[in-house]
């Protein structure tokens, strides 16, 4: 963990280039917690990019979280992953310092989710708040699941989840496939009901936790974005997140 009197702060990049300052307002408690949690994570995923001060960050906010109330646990993580899900895009060099500190982070926050998984009273405040039950979802996901499968649902966001991209390698490909009226192109899996603790299988419990809430944006698509498509033009089938992929680096 970096100390915050170090000047290597100073070379880190964030969309407003302070992000040392709001960690030090956030521990110190100089304001509004929930304030300070905003300013910060939107410093590290403006516009959802990757910020290289997003790896030193996150193990200040692992030593934080023991010190939070549970609600405020909760906002916490929920407000993070786009920033985590980010290196999907921009991965860190193995072994580099960066790295090193990005996992020690994501380490501490599985543990940290794991135990307020763990803890009946986070899905009695995930039911109380819809739209923090989904934030709270998709970070879950960049942090225990697959950064990139959530990049691409950070993304999709942007439609509230109603379309998805598509491209198959013989060229058809589809900017708004309209994932919400279930396109006969995609064969969508079966999502099995969550027992409120596994984390074996991604759809599961990503679909588990939205749940808590009824959610009709996101989680009605998940056995489509989570299923297989066939291409209308050459017949390949393929999983949707390849035509995803695809369709994000060549289109
Ligand atoms: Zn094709």
């Known amino acids: 963990m ?19 300052k709001w960690l030090r307002h956030l521990i110190e408690e100089d304001g509004s917690f929930r304030e300070n949690v905003d300013i910060l994570t939107e410093d590290l995923s403006h516009q959802l990019s990757w910020y290289s001060a997003t790896a ?21 993580i929920a407000k993070t992953g786009p920033a985590i899900a980010a290196e999907a895009e921009w991965p860190l060099s193995p072994d580099s310092d960066a790295c090193l500190e990005f996992q020690e982070g994501i380490t501490g926050l599985r543990h940290e989710i794991r135990l307020l998984l763990a803890n009946p009273e986070t899905a009695v405040q995930l039911k109380s708040d819809p739209e923090l039950c989904q934030e709270f979802s998709l970070s879950a996901l960049s942090i225990m699941g697959s950064r990139s499968h959530a990049y691409g649902l950070y993304l999709l966001s942007a439609y509230c989840w109603e379309s998805g991209h598509a491209a198959c390698a013989c060229g058809w490909n589809d900017e708004e496939l309209p994932l919400s009226e279930h396109p006969v192109c995609l064969e969508p899996v079966s999502i099995a009901r969550w027992d409120g603790r596994s984390l074996d299988s991604e759809p599961v419990w990503l679909s588990g936790l939205l749940s808590l809430t009824d959610d009709k944006e996101l989680r009605p698509v998940l056995p489509y974005v989570y299923g297989t498509g066939v291409c209308p033009k050459c017949g390949r089938r393929e ?9 994000m680096k060549e289109y």
């Open 239 to 247: 999983p949707y997140w390849t035509w995803h992929n695809r369709f």
């Open 2 to 20: 970096l100390d915050l009197t170090s000047p290597i702060w100073k070379t880190l990049g964030a969309a407003g280039n302070d992000a040392d």
């Open 56 to 76: 030193y960050v996150l193990p200040h906010l692992v030593a934080l979280c023991p010190t939070l109330t549970l609600p405020d646990e909760i906002y916490l």
